[in-house]
C-alpha cells in the first residue's frame, strides 16, 4: 500500500527482468498504492479502505481483463497477519465474486510464524480467513513456520531471507499450479479436460462442498538444487513418501513411517483424512509409468473420509507432465482438500478467543467500524469450519 | 520555551538542546536532513517565541499561555499538515517537570485530539529526575500525566535519572578500557563530535554541570529508530500507527517502557556491537531501560515491540531471538505470543544494526508510583500551591491523582489476575482452554 513499498516490488521485478534473471515483470500500469499502510489493522483494510480503493482497483483489473485474450480465474496472494493484504485483500475477494460471480477465484494466504510477529495476528487471521471462506473458491494456507524450516532443514540456510521464503513458497505452488503442455497428449488419455486451465481443475475437484475450502500443498522434491544430480529417487519411493507426508502432515525432512496408509487400524487422531486430491506429476518419462500407478497409491479408500460416500476413483485427480519443473528430473506436487490444517486453526482461534475473552484490542477494531458482532460471527464461521474438517 | 516537535528527523538534538523553540515538520521521508546543519532541520517560520518562560508552572503554561497561543499554533500546525501527504501523527518531545514543555506542551495534545481525532499523538516525555532542581516539577508532572493517560495514543516516558545512569555507566565502562588516558571525559567526547554519533560541541565545560547532550542523544536514537520505518524501506516496515495498534491493548494503557541495544554504541563508537543475539538479549536488561530500576524481565509484559534495524539483518535472526525471548519473559496468558517486530534495512550512522525494545509492561508503574510519592510529598503541605489556583481549581490536583492511581491500579490488577490464574493457566492446557471455548453472545 505504502508507495514505497509498492514500488520496491515494482523496481525488483524490473531489475531481475533486465538482468534475465526473470522472464516477466510488473506492469506499473496495473499498480495501485496510497499513502499508508494499515497499521495491521483489520478493520482500516476491510471497512476504511474500501469504496474509493475497490474502484481504483476494479478499473484496473478490468483493463487488464481485456488485454487478455484467456483468463483462467483470480489468484490472489496476500498474507494474512497484517491489515492491507488481509483487510483490503478480503474486501476486493469479495467484490470482486460480485462483479465477476463466474470466475474462478484462488486465495493464496501467508500464515504468520507462530511466535508472533504481529499481536493481533490472530484476530486478523480470523477475520480474513471469515471473509475468504464465504466468497473464496479455495484457500491455499502458506505457513511461514514450515517455509522456514524448509529452508533451513532441507536447503541448509540457516538465516533465510524473505527473497529466499517467497521463491520457496513460489516452487511450491508451481509444483502444481505450473501450466501443463501436452507433447504427447494422444498418450494422455488420463487427461481429462480439453482446456488445461488448472484453476478450474482445482475447483472442480477440491473444491465441491461450501463448507471445506483450506486446501494443503505438498511437494516433493524440495531438496537444494546442487543436490539435484545426486537424486537417485524412484517414482514409487517418491509417492509414497509424499502420500506419507500428506496423511502426516508432514515434511520431507522428517517423515513419520509409524501411521500406515493402508491399516485403518492404526488410524490415530493424528491421521488426516482427506476429502480429496489432485496431483501432478512431472519429469522425464512419466508416460512409460503403468496406468495403475496413481491409482495404487492413491486409490485406497482409507485415506478418504467415509463421511460423503462415492467412489474411491472420483476422490482423487492426476495428470502427467513430460516437463521437468526446477530441474527435477522427478518431481510430485499434491494439493489436498483435507483435515491438515485443523491443528493450526484450533490454536489460533484458541488464542484468539482468550484475548476476547479480556476485550483486548478491540478498541482499535472499533474505531473502525468492526464491532463485537463481527468478531462473533468471525468465531462462528471459523469454529464451525475446525468443527466440518474435524468431523470427517 | 517550547520543546516540542513534530518532527522525522535523523538528529533530534537540537530539539531538545535549543530551547524556546516550537517546531513542526512533518512526517514524510526528509532525507536532507542528514548532510545539514541543525539550522536546516527546523524552519524557523514554525517557531513560536515568547519573552518568558512559565516559570516551572504548570498551570500558567497550560491556561495561561495555552489559550494565549491556540490560534497561532494551530495555524503552523496546520500549515504543516497541509504539506504533508501522508500524516503518520504528532510527535511531542517535552519534558514534564517545567512549565512549558508540561503545561503548553499538554496543553497542545489535547487541542490536537480535537481537531485530528484520527491522527495518533506520540509523546516522548522526560520525567524528572531523583535530584530535580526544579521544586514543583511532582506538580507540574501529575497534571501534565492526567493529560498524557486521558488524550495521547502513546507515550514512551523517559526518565533522566536512568539516562544519568547510562551514560555514567558508558563512561566507568570506558575508564576501565581505557584507562592511560588521564583526560576521560574530553576524550569519549571528542571520539563522539569525529564520529559523527553526536555532533555537539560541548567543550570547554566541566563534567558537573549537566548539559543533556548525551542523555538527549539517546532519546533521539529511540525517535530515531521509531519512526525509521517512514524514511528507509525495510523487509517489514512498522508505521507509527502499527505501534499504537499492536501494543496498546486497552486505550488507556498505553505507556511503553522504551530501551536501546547495542547501548555503548550510541555514546560511545569504541564499544563495538556484539553479535545480533547478544544485542537482543541485552535489550531487554534492567541496566538498558530508559526508567529507572524497571525490570521487565520480572514483571509482566502486556506486548513488546522490536524494531531492529540493520542491512545484513535477516528476518529469520529476528524470528530465532524472538523464540528465545518467548521462553525467557513472561506474558500476560492471552497474549503469549505478543511480539511485534519490524526490520528495517537502513542501519543507524556508524552502526552496523540497531534494535528498539518497546514494552508494554507492568513494571511502568514504577514510575507513577514514584511520582505519586513525590507528589504526595509536597502536596501534604500545599506547598506552592496557590501559585496553580490562580489559574485552577485546587480540586484538579486531586482529580489527577485520582487518575495516576486508576492507571497504576490498573496494571496491578492485570499481575494479580494472571498470578491469580489457576497452575498452569499460563499455557494452553486443555481444560483452561475450555473456559476460553468460545460462546456467542446473544
Ligand atoms: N512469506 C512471506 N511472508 C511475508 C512477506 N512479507 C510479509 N510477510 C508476512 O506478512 C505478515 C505481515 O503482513 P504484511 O503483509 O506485511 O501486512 P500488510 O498487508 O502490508 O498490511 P499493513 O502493513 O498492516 O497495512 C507477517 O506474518 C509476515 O511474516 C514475504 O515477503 N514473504
Ligand atoms: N533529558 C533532558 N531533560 C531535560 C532537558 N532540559 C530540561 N530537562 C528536564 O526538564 C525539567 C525542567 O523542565 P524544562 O523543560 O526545562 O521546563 P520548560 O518546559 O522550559 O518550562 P519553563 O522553564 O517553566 O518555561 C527538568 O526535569 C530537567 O531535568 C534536556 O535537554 N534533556
Ligand atoms: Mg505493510
Do not use: M, T
Given at each position: 500500500m505504502e508507495p514505497k513499498v509498492v514500488q520496491k516490488c515494482l523496481l525488483d521485478s524490473a531489475k531481475s527482468h533486465s538482468n534475465g534473471e526473470s522472464l516477466w515483470q510488473y506492469d506499473k500500469k496495473y499498480s495501485y498504492h496510497k499513502q499508508s499502510g494499515s497499521g495491521n489493522n483489520w478493520a482500516l483494510g476491510y471497512l476504511y479502505y474500501s469504496q474509493e480503493e475497490y474502484e481504483e482497483t476494479h478499473s484496473r483489473i478490468q483493463s487488464l481483463l481485456e488485454s487478455l485474450d484467456y483468463f483462467g480465474g483470480f489468484q490472489v496472494f496476500s498474507s494474512l497477519a497484517g491489515g492491507t493484504g488481509s483487510g483490503l485483500g478480503a474486501h476486493i475477494v469479495e467484490r470482486l465474486r460480485e462483479d465477476f460471480s463466474k470466475s474462478n477465484m484462488m486465495n493464496v494466504a501467508v500464515w504468520p510464524y507462530q511466535s508472533g510477529e504481529v499481536i493481533l495476528q490472530n484476530y486478523n487471521v480470523l477475520l480474513t480467513l471469515n471473509s475468504l471462506i464465504q466468497d473464496s473458491d479455495g484457500v491455499i494456507p502458506i505457513y511461514n513456520d514450515e517455509i522456514m524450516f524448509v529452508c533451513r532443514e532441507l536447503l541448509k540456510n540457516k538465516r533465510p531471507s524473505y527473497k529466499v521464503m517467497n521463491t520457496v513458497i513460489a516452487q511450491q505452488l508451481l509444483s502444481v499450479m505450473f501450466p501443463f503442455s501436452n507433447s504427447t497428449k494422444d498418450k494422455m488419455?488420463?487427461?481429462?479436460?480439453?482446456?488445461?486451465n488448472i484453476l478450474s481443475e482445482i475447483v472442480r475437484q477440491l473444491c465441491i462442498y461450501p463448507q471445506f475450502k483450506l486446501l494443503s500443498l505438498k511437494n516433493i522434491p524440495q531438496c537444494d538444487n546442487k543436490t539435484i544430480e545426486f537424486n537417485t529417487d524412484l517414482w514409487e519411493g517418491m509417492i509414497q513418501r509424499i502420500r506419507q507426508m500428506i496423511i502426516t502432515n508432514g515434511n520431507e525432512h522428517k517423515i513419520n513411517w509409524s501411521i500406515k496408509a493402508e491399516n485403518p487400524s492404526t488410524y490415530s487422531t493424528k491421521f488426516i483424512k482427506s476429502l480429496s486430491h489432485l496431483m501432478v506429476i512431472r519429469g522425464d518419462k512419466v508416460f512409460d509409468l503403468p496406468g495403475s500407478f496413481e491409482s495404487d497409491y492413491f486409490g485406497i479408500g482409507s485415506l478418504y473420509t467415509k463421511k460423503y460416500g462415492g467412489s474411491v476413483d472420483n476422490k482423487y485427480a492426476y495428470f502427467r507432465d513430460s516437463h521437468r519443473i526446477h530441474g527435477h528430473e522427478k518431481s510430485i506436487g499434491v494439493l489436498s482438500n483435507n483435515q491438515s490444517h485443523c491443528q493450526i486453526l484450533e490454536s489460533t482461534l484458541r488464542k484468539a478467543t482468550m484475548m476476547f475473552h479480556e476485550k483486548a484490542f478491540l478498541h482499535h477494531y472499533e474505531k473502525f467500524g468492526v464491532n463485537a458482532d463481527k468478531f462473533n460471527e468471525m468465531f462462528l464461521t471459523c469454529e464451525t469450519t475446525l468443527a466440518e474438517y474435524k468431523g470427517l | 520555551m517550547m520543546r516540542q516537535s513534530v518532527v522525522s528527523s535523523e538528529m533530534l538534538i537540537p530539539a531538545l538542546r535549543k530551547p524556546k523553540i516550537w517546531l513542526v515538520e512533518c512526517g514524510v521521508i526528509d532525507n536532507k536532513i542528514l548532510g545539514g546543519e541543525f539550522k536546516d532541520i527546523f524552519e524557523a517560520r514554525q517557531c513560536i517565541k515568547d519573552?518568558?518562560?512559565?516559570?516551572?508552572n504548570w498551570a500558567r503554561g497550560h491556561l495561561g499561555y495555552g489559550p494565549q497561543y491556540k490560534d497561532e499554533i494551530e495555524d503552523k500546525v496546520r500549515q504543516a499538515v497541509e504539506k504533508?501527504?501522508?500524516?503518520?501523527g504528532f510527535f511531542f518531545l517535552h519534558s514534564i517537570g517545567g512549565g512549558t514543555g508540561s503545561g503548553l506542551g499538554s496543553y497542545i495534545i489535547k487541542d490536537l485530539a480535537d481537531i485530528y481525532p484520527t491522527v495518533f499523538r506520540f509523546s516522548t516525555c522526560v520525567f524528572p529526575s531523583n535530584d530535580d532542581d526544579v521544586v514543583t516539577s511532582p506538580y507540574n508532572s501529575m497534571l501534565s500525566l492526567n493529560v498524557l493517560i486521558e488524550n495521547s495514543d502513546c507515550v514512551l516516558p523517559v526518565d533522566n535519572q536512568a539516562l544519568f545512569d547510562i551514560v555514567s555507566r558508558v563512561d566507568q565502562q570506558y575508564a576501565q578500557k581505557e584507562e592511560k588516558k588521564k583526560d576521560i571525559f574530553r576524550d569519549t567526547k571528542a571520539d563522539h563530535i569525529k564520529d559523527g554519533s553526536s555532533i555537539l560541541d560541548i567543550s570547554?565545560?566541566?563534567?558537573?554541570?549537566?548539559?543533556?547532550e548525551r542523555e538527549n542523544s539517546i532519546v533521539a536514537h529511540v525517535v530515531n529508530n521509531l519512526t525509521c520505518s517512514m524514511r528507509f524501506e525495510g523487509d517489514l516496515n512498522v508505521d507509527l500507527n502499527e505501534i499504537t495498534m499492536n501494543l496498546v491493548p486497552y486505550p488507556r494503557m498505553h505507556f511503553l517502557l522504551s530501551s536501546l541495544s547495542p547501548l555503548y554504541n550510541v555514546l560511545n563508537p569504541k564499544f563495538q556491537p556484539r553479535n545480533i543475539d547478544e544485542t537482543f538479549k541485552e535489550a531487554l536488561d534492567k541496566g538498558n531501560q530508559l526508567i529507572q530500576q524497571a525490570n521487565p524481565q520480572e514483571s509482566l509484559y502486556l506486548a513488546c515491540g522490536l524494531i531492529v534495524r540493520g542491512n545484513k539483518v535477516e528476518i529469520s535472526d529476528i524470528n530465532r531471538n524472538v523464540e528465545k525471548l518467548q521462553k525467557k519473559l513472561k506474558f500476560v496468558h492471552w497474549n503469549k505470543e505478543g511480539f511485534k517486530v519490524g526490520l528495517c534495512n537502513q542501519p543507524p550512522i556508524n552502526m552496523n544494526y540497531s534494535l528498539l525494545a518497546l514494552s508494554n509492561n507492568t513494571c511502568i508503574r514504577q514510575i507513577f508510583q514514584r511520582l505519586r510519592q513525590k507528589f504526595l510529598k509536597i502536596y501534604k503541605q500545599k506547598v506552592f500551591v496557590h501559585h496553580y489556583t490562580e489559574f485552577m481549581e485546587q480540586s484538579h490536583f486531586d482529580y489527577c491523582l485520582n487518575n495516576c492511581e486508576s492507571v497504576i491500579n490498573s496494571y496491578e490488577e492485570m499481575e494479580i489476575k494472571n498470578n491469580n490464574l489457576p497452575l498452569g493457566g499460563l499455557g494452553y492446557g486443555e481444560e483452561e482452554a475450555d473456559q476460553y471455548r468460545f460462546r456467542p453472545i446473544i
Open positions: 488419455s488420463l487427461w481429462s479436460g480439453s482446456n488445461s | 519573552q518568558s518562560g512559565a516559570g516551572n504533508c501527504d501522508s500524516l503518520q570547554g565545560k566541566g563534567k558537573k554541570v549537566r548539559h543533556y
